[in-house]
Each structure stands twice: as structure tokens, then as C-alpha cells.
């Protein structure tokens, strides 16, 4: 029995590229939604969650100037080198995640429904371990406080819970889409 060892590699590296890919698009996905709640639904600002992520690794002056900006009427304040280093931080995070994702679907060969169901229950474990675990360490590791510490208790965990919902949903419907597929 020949095993085809040039074949598999290849799949896995596609595998591989496809949960960056994934992990990023759906992170786009659930950044436009936790921006439109920020915006119209928080007050806070539609550029607040961005500002808030960047304050992993940059003062966080842009996301209280956004949110002061939205108390005093304007929902759009704009800092372009906070917001790129928060998409930045966000990006890179779902692409390591949809690469975890692509990765254990393919062993379990789920695809279509099913496929967007464990996206669903991935998304809600990724906010579990992020909420309770990563962002509370990334915080100590970086000297961040409670803005990080608490980012879910700040967002509110309904819809911390809703963010990461779409982000895994789409995550399993992008390897329904294209990697299934392509893999199978």
C-alpha cells in the first residue's frame, strides 16, 4: 500500500491556506457586526471595538476619544493607525482560529449544515477561552487592565456571544463552500 504523501501535503497546506482565509473573512464578518452595534445599538462609537482591540498593544486614547466623540453626538470619530493595529490584531486572531477550525473539521469530515453548527459551537468556544482566558493573560502580559481583562463584560456578553456566533457560522460555511470540496 503506497501512501501518497505528496498529495496529502498538498491538501493540508490548501486546508491550511483556506482557515486563513476563512478565519479572516469571517472576522471581517463579525467585525462589521460588533462595529454596527457599537455604532447604533452601544453609542459607543463604530470605530470603538477596533480601538479596543488595538489597546492590547497601543494606548488606549483613540477608544476613549471615540467614545467621547459619540457622547457628544459623532458616532464615526476615525484614527487610522489605531484602527489599522486593531483589524491588524483581529485578522491575524480569526486566521489562527479558522485554521483550528479547518483543520479539526476536515478529520471529523463535517460539511454543509453540519459544517455551519460546529462553526457555531467553535465560534462559542473561541469566545470562552478568549473571554475567560486569552484576554485576561494578554492583559497581565502587556500591562492592559480591565479594558482588556473585561473586554467581554464591556461589550456585554449577549453580544460577545453574537460576534463569535457569526464568525463561527461563516467559518462553516466558507469550508462548506471551499474547502470541503476541494478537500473531499
Known amino acids: 500500500m503506497k501512501i501518497d504523501t505528496e498529495n496529502r501535503t498538498s491538501s493540508t497546506s490548501f486546508a491550511i491556506q483556506s482557515g486563513i482565509v476563512g478565519g479572516i473573512v469571517a472576522s471581517l464578518a463579525m467585525a462589521m457586526y460588533s462595529m454596527v ?30 467614545m467621547d466623540a459619540a457622547m457628544g453626538g459623532n458616532a464615526f470619530y476615525f484614527s487610522a493607525g489605531t484602527a489599522i493595529v486593531g483589524a491588524l490584531i483581529h485578522m491575524m486572531t480569526g486566521a489562527i ?47 492592559r487592565g480591565e479594558a482588556i481583562t473585561n473586554m467581554a463584560d464591556i461589550v456585554g456578553w449577549g453580544h460577545f456571544s453574537v ?10 460555511l466558507l469550508y462548506t463552500l471551499f474547502v470541503f470540496k476541494k478537500s473531499a
Open 37 to 66: 452595534v457599537a455604532g447604533m445599538v452601544q453609542s459607543v462609537g463604530f470605530f470603538t471595538p477596533l480601538y479596543h482591540i488595538a489597546s492590547v498593544v497601543t494606548s488606549p486614547a483613540a477608544m476613549m476619544e471615540s
Open 97 to 143: 482560529a479558522g485554521v483550528v477550525f479547518v483543520l479539526i473539521a476536515r478529520m471529523s469530515s463535517v460539511r454543509g449544515l453540519w459544517a455551519v453548527i460546529a462553526g457555531a459551537m467553535f465560534g462559542l468556544v473561541v469566545m470562552l477561552i478568549n473571554g475567560l482566558c486569552l484576554l485576561p493573560i494578554t492583559s497581565r502580559l502587556f500591562d
Open 163 to 172: 460576534q463569535h456566533l457569526i464568525y463561527g457560522m461563516m467559518l462553516g
